[in-house]
C-alpha cells in the first residue's frame, strides 16, 4: 500500500463494520475544537452535549478540547445552546475538523441492523465496510458512492479522473490494484457490494 492511500484524509461519514454485529454501519467522526480561554474549560467540562479532553501536539505541548458527537446529538445549530462568548454553534462544523491524526480519530457509530448508537474510536482502514483483498494487499473505499466509483474507474480504459466525484482518492489507488490483470478479480469482488 502507497504512502498517500493509507493516509489520505477521510470524509466526515465513513461505512465500517458494525463492532457489535459486523454489518454496515457508519461512523460519523466527532468535531473538536481548542478550547481557547481557561475559564471556558469548566463549561464544556460540565455541559451534557460536549466531552473534555487534554489533547497534546506533535510537540509535546498540552491543550484543551471539547468534543461534540454530532452522530449522538444531533447537529450543532439545533442541538446547542448557550455558548460561551466567542464560541458559536456553526464553529462545531465537520468541515472545520481535521481527521489525520491518530489521536483525533473519535466520533460515533451507528448500525442499524443492531441499533448500536454509541461513541467510537475509529481504526481505518482495518474497519472498513467497502475493503478487498488482493495479492496481499488491501483495497478499500470509504461508502457506496466511492466503492461504485472506484470499481468504475478500475475497470474503465481511459482512467480519467476528472468525470469523479471521488477523483482525489482514486488518485492516490496504489498501482498493484490499477494492473490489467487486477481489473477482473478486483471488479468481481466489488460488484458484491453493489448487491
Known sequence: MTIPYSVNQLPYKVDIKCPSC???AQFEFAAIQ????KEDVEYFKNNQSFEYKRFQDSCGHYW???I???GLHGHPLSAIHELPTGYDAAYWS?????????ELNIGSVNCNFCSIRRKHSLQWPEEAYFQISYKNHILWAYNTESTNELNDYLISKSRDRSKY??????????????TQK???PISKQLSKFQK
Open 34 to 37: 481548542r478550547i481557547r480561554n
Open 182 to 184: 487486477a481489473r477482473e
Open 94 to 102: 465537520h468541515s472545520k475538523s481535521a481527521y489525520t491524526s491518530k
Open 64 to 66: 484543551h478540547g471539547a
Open 22 to 24: 459486523r454489518q454496515r
Open 165 to 178: 466525484n471521488w477523483r482525489y482518492f482514486l488518485m492516490h489507488i496504489p498501482t498493484v490494484f490499477k
Open 68 to 70: 461534540y458527537y454530532e
